[in-house]
């Protein structure tokens, strides 16, 4: 499909007509775009969950490989 015949069925168009959100981040503190909710763990007992920025996301996310 063409980029100047897109429908609102495609994710690549769902992806642009999101409306931005803008929070402050758990990890850096920093008012940016948010691109997912995420959890950290410290302890058993004790975690911390909050909005992410794409650029502390992609800083700490990990890829899972299978061997």
């Known amino acids: ?3 100047y015949n897109l ?6 168009v769902k992806e642009f007509c ?3 959100v803008i929070d402050r981040c758990i990890f850096c503190g920093q008012h940016e775009e948010i ?3 995420m959890t950290i763990y410290f302890s058993e007992f004790e975690t911390n969950t909050g909005p992410i920025c794409k650029r502390c996301y992609h800083a700490n996310a990990k890829k899972a490989v299978m061997k």
């Open 35 to 37: 691109k997912t909710t």
């Open 1 to 3: 499909m063409a980029w």
């Open 18 to 20: 999101q409306e931005r």
């Open 7 to 12: 429908n609102s069925t495609d994710d690549i």
